[in-house]
């Protein structure tokens, strides 16, 4: 089992839709969970911390489930800026030499 | 504030070339420096991490190899280029001590090797 798994997409969403997409995680022992956003042949950038309680910043809500080992990223109302890669990032060790990465969920908003 | 700058931005090597890409880091000390590759379909892979002048771990064995000469500088070296090197190489540092798990990544440097 991939340690960190998302699904590719394209999620093709219309402005100002909801969407929401899910990352899965294989290690139990997980401490810390992100998730970043990369535009296209561009760098990561953080978005947001994923905290146990779930967290939300403007439009943007991320949870956790340890349970089931699975995070999600909610996006209410889409923009056209948020086309872009979503990054799930998983910190298995405490420190940032132990992330581990997903493939990214590519989001396209169209208008 | 803190900036990270990597150069080149973009190059094109041909097989059994040598390779140096360059980062450094502005604005704070000690960081935690890391060399990661993201080639077409996959994830990020960790290739090598730095928490200090001359300490270098290595996630991955391979032709390539890094380097720390001074506090803010990380640099990523190959002796003789593979076709499987080409990818987009990003550079990145994270507070040292905090553990949080946060990274700031450079611009990145995509290579082709033909």
């Known amino acids: 089992r991939k340690e960190v798994e998302q699904d590719p997409g394209p999620f093709n969403v219309p402005e100002g839709a909801t969407v929401a997409f899910n990352c899965t995680y294989s290690?139990?022992?997980?401490?810390?969970f992100f998730w970043y956003r990369q535009d296209c042949r561009k760098e990561p950038k953080l978005l947001m911390s994923v905290y146990s309680s779930g967290n939300e910043d403007g439009r943007f809500t991320a949870q956790l489930n340890r349970a089931s080992q699975y995070i999600s990223l909610l996006i209410r109302d889409s923009k056209l800026s948020d086309s872009a890669t979503y990054l799930c990032v998983v910190n298995n060790q405490g420190g940032a030499d132990g992330l581990t990465f997903g493939k990214g969920t590519h989001l396209i908003i169209q208008p | 504030s803190q900036t990270i700058h990597q150069w080149p931005a973009t190059l094109v090597q041909p097989v059994g070339s040598p390779l140096s890409l360059e980062c450094t880091v502005e604005?704070?000390?000690?960081?935690?420096l890391y060399w990661y590759r993201q080639a077409a379909g996959r994830g990020l892979q960790l290739l090598f991490y730095?928490?200090?002048?001359?300490?270098i771990s290595s996630e991955v064995p391979q032709n390539l190899s890094a380097s720390r000469p001074q506090d803010r500088q990380f640099i990523l070296s190959s002796k003789k280029l593979l076709l499987s090197d080409s990818g987009f190489y990003l550079c990145?540092?994270?507070?040292?001590?905090?553990?949080?798990?946060?990274?700031?990544f450079g611009e990145g440097s995509r290579l082709t090797v033909l």
């Open positions: 730095s928490v200090g002048i001359g300490q």
């Open positions: 290690n139990s022992a997980s401490q810390s």
């Open positions: 990145a540092w994270s507070p040292l001590g905090v553990g949080t798990g946060e990274l700031f």
């Open positions: 604005g704070t000390s000690n960081p935690n």
